[in-house]
């Protein structure tokens, strides 16, 4: 059942999706947009561009509900996430559906590869919400007995991509929540529906004005990151989106949460199992079309045995990656939109004459948004395709002679997000462990992710955690309570 905009209640089809504002599905009096499913090209709904009064009603609705959320104990808070997490687990099959139409992602797969992760996220924040750690309190001045509160940042607002909707929009919610936070949050405008669908969930169960969204498109967006009442701003999206967060966040010195952009290197030794390293790599590569922050984009492999390791990937892609219709067992689907179909064949037609590509470099289909998936030689490192994030179907393969080359190789590009190193030694791999620099590290395997662990990168890939108590601690503030003994 679905909320719509024009009812204002739940009916089994709804054409244009809703705001959900202080618990309600709320009609927007912006200008509409189509949505649609990238893998026909189909139109199957319409969606608001929110104005600056749906944002202002958002914002005032989180207001008024923070200090009540703030005051519940993290029992309470514990509660009513381990109560979402359920209600998210018994309409599995219901946000499957939903996301393989906003995305065209094989739905075979999806309750296993995104929404039963979502239902743990939640669930591991829920537990997060009642490890509340400072300092012990002690007499660090004679006289005076000094502790720490770790409490609430206040109003968060937060901006979600297009390529994990349901997913990035728990990584953000969650620890907010759990921390006593509320939530003014604005999905990608071509991927809303499961995020609407779990704001009307969670008016079932957390107060009024806890969890608010409001959909709509860039301009929206900027909305929302340049309001004076949120305290954080979080977003995961591109470089360029981050920095304008950044610059807007700074003239009201504001605390913000970037999760950005990546171009991972995957950096195979000689000693390595190449055939299981072509096989783990490829399907880090090309899983969701591509478009994953920390897939698996160049791969770095020692001159010696840079054929063989070219010869065993191409054979594994040809044979078992394959993109097609979301229904027609397919590796991955299309890309997700036509801006992005475009930036990444443009990507490939740009490639400088000293490139090959060993395989794919097409659109595929005439419906669709299908890119094949490509591998591609003979790149040097300063070219466009090894420098600039892709976010699409694309591997390069380049040769390295030492180490130290590999090193400079993997780290000579402006993200920092996540890397994976493939050798059978161990002290190779510790070594390159500490020498690579990214946020996220991987010896033998590339892109799997645990709740318990922190995502986040460095350089221009942006800075702050999701999961992990370090993602959750990232939603808190720290205060000084110092009590004279006199």
Same mark, same amino acid.
Not at 1 to 15: G, K, L, P, S
Not at 244 to 254: D, G, Y
């Given at each position: ?18 705001n959900i504002i202080d618990g309600v599905a709320v009609p927007s009096t912006g200008a509409l947009i189509d949505l649609v499913d990238p893998a026909t090209e189909q139109v199957y ?25 703030? =005051? ?11 109560? !979402? ?30 929404? *039963? ?64 936070? @509320? ?33 709509? *498109? ?6 929302? @990151? ?33 999760? !950005? ?11 390595? =199992? ?6 783990? #790599? ?9 478009? *994953? ?27 078992? #990656? ?36 060993? @395989? ?21 490192? =300063? ?12 591997l390069t393969v380049q040769p390295f002679e030492t180490e130290r080359d590999a090193v400079a190789l993997a780290n000579g590009v402006p993200y920092a997000l996540a890397a994976s ?66």
């Open positions: 059942m679905r909320c719509t905009q024009r009812t204002n209640t739940c009916d089994a089809v709804a054409d244009i999706l809703p709904g319409r969606a608001p561009i929110s104005t600056g009064a749906d944002v202002d009603a958002a914002f005032a609705a989180a207001s008024r509900a923070f200090p009540g959320w703030r =005051d519940t104990t993290p029992a309470a808070r514990q509660l009513a996430l381990f109560r !979402l997490a359920d209600a998210l687990a018994a309409h599995a099959d219901e946000f499957a559906d939903l996301e393989s139409r906003d995305t065209g992602k094989p739905r075979a797969s999806l309750v296993a590869d995104e929404i *039963d992760q979502s239902i743990d996220q939640l669930r591991f924040f829920a537990g997060a919400a009642r490890e509340l750690n400072g300092r012990a309190a002690a007499e660090y001045a004679e006289g005076f007995t000094s502790y720490v509160r770790r409490e609430a940042i206040g109003v968060v607002a937060q901006v979600t991509p297009w390529n994990y909707p349901l997913n990035m929009a728990i990584w953000k919610i969650a620890p907010a929540l759990a921390a006593g936070n @509320t939530v003014v949050l604005k999905p990608s405008e071509t991927t809303p529906s499961t995020t609407v669908r779990l704001a009307e969930l969670a008016a079932e169960i957390l107060p009024p004005g806890v969890l608010n969204v409001v959909l709509g *498109d860039r301009t929206t967006g900027a909305l929302l @990151t340049e309001h004076p009442v949120p305290q954080l701003v979080a977003i995961t999206g591109s470089v360029r989106a981050g920095m304008a967060v950044a610059r807007s966040a700074s003239t009201q010195l504001k605390r913000v949460h970037l999760e !950005l952009g990546g171009k991972a290197p995957a950096v195979v030794f000689a000693d390595a =199992d190449l055939v299981r390293a072509a096989e783990g #790599i490829a399907q880090a590569a090309f899983f969701n079309a591509g478009q *994953d922050c920390t897939a698996a984009t160049r791969v770095i492999v020692h001159s010696s045995v840079h054929d063989e390791f070219v010869r065993a990937l191409v054979s594994y892609v040809k044979a078992d #990656i394959r993109t097609g219709a979301p229904d027609s067992g397919a590796f991955f689907g299309p890309v997700n939109n036509p801006a992005q179909l475009e930036r990444v064949t443009g990507f490939i037609a740009r490639l400088p004459a000293h490139a090959r590509i060993e @395989t794919g470099g097409r659109r595929q289909g005439g419906a669709g948004y299908y890119v094949e998936p490509t591998v591609v030689t003979g790149v040097q490192q =300063d070219d466009e395709i090894v420098q600039s994030e892709v976010f699409g179907p694309v190193t493939w050798t059978r030694d161990h002290a190779t791999a510790m070594r390159m462990s500490r020498a690579l620099d990214f946020g996220c590290v991987w010896i033998n395997a590339h892109i799997p992710f645990v709740s318990d662990m922190p995502h986040g990168g460095f350089k221009q890939s942006g800075y702050g955690k999701d999961l992990s108590i370090y993602g959750f601690e990232d939603y808190t503030r720290l205060k000084h309570v110092m009590s004279s003994l006199e």
